[in-house]
């Protein structure tokens, strides 16, 4: 079990501009997460896929925002046309199966900071 | 709808000291799961421990504890012998068995800081 591996670690980029963020969950785990989260808060929840299929979006997930799960392996987040409001740490997690006790296991995550 | 919510921003206590931390929900169905997850400063969410509302049991983890009190909605977690390292962020979250998605609703999360 290597853990949910998340790149880039850090990523700064300028008002307008595109940023991709990739996923790597644990091998055998088929639902990820993404979350973003501010400062002194708990997550927020912006989509969800079992295997490669993204059953859930957030209604706060502007159209700004895709995401893709290839083959049900690793995932990205795409923000198009960044915005100052865009900055937060996006966090991405996975679980395994069908127990609702399962817990979710946690990358690192990615900090956006866009200037 | 379910919310939850952690009314203590921020906590302290000394090192080996108890310390707990509050957590109530809100919810209309009977059967769901409760969590709590540590954020450290690295920022690398971990489940501390877990209560499945059937369980009558208080769920315990080493030196972590829950009280829960399902009539109350309440669900607070007990630290037993702080130690430095569980200086984080602790955020309390419930899932609901009706949701298809496992979701997860979250507390705004409470700031454990340990005095040495």
């Known amino acids: 079990d290597t853990g949910v591996s998340q790149n880039p670690r850090h990523k700064i980029t300028k008002r307008g501009q595109n940023v991709t963020f990739r996923c790597d969950p644990i091998?055998?785990?088929?639902?990820l997460y993404w979350y973003r989260q501010t400062l002194g808060q708990g997550p927020e929840f912006l989509t969800y896929?079992?295997?490669?299929?993204?059953?859930?979006k957030s209604r706060l997930l502007s159209d700004r925002f895709s995401a893709e799960r290839p083959k049900g392996s690793f995932s990205t987040l795409e923000i198009q046309r960044t915005e100052q409001g865009d900055s937060a740490m996006y966090l991405c997690?996975?679980?395994?199966?069908?127990?609702?006790?399962?817990?979710?296991?946690f990358g690192n995550g990615t900090r956006l900071t866009v200037t | 709808a379910q919310t939850v919510t952690q009314s203590q921003p921020e906590m302290s206590v000394q090192e080996a000291e108890t310390v707990t931390l509050s957590c109530t929900y809100d919810?209309?169905?009977?059967?769901?799961?409760l969590f709590w997850y540590k954020q450290p400063p690295s920022r690398q969410m971990i489940l501390v421990i877990r209560?499945?509302?059937?369980k009558q049991q208080n769920a315990t983890e080493n030196r972590f504890s829950v009280n829960f009190q399902k009539a109350a909605k309440s669900f607070s977690l007990k630290i037993s012998d702080s130690q430095l390292g569980d200086a984080a962020m602790y955020f309390c979250?419930?899932?609901?068995?009706?949701?298809?998605?496992?979701?997860?609703?979250w507390g705004a999360g409470t700031k454990l800081i340990i005095k040495p």
């Open positions: 896929f079992q295997n490669e299929a993204q059953l859930e």
């Open positions: 919810t209309s169905e009977s059967d769901y799961y």
């Open positions: 209560q499945e509302a059937y």
């Open positions: 979250a419930y899932r609901s068995p009706s949701d298809s998605n496992y979701q997860l609703i």
């Open positions: 997690a996975s679980s395994l199966g069908q127990d609702f006790n399962s817990p979710l296991h």
């Open positions: 091998s055998e785990h088929n639902r």
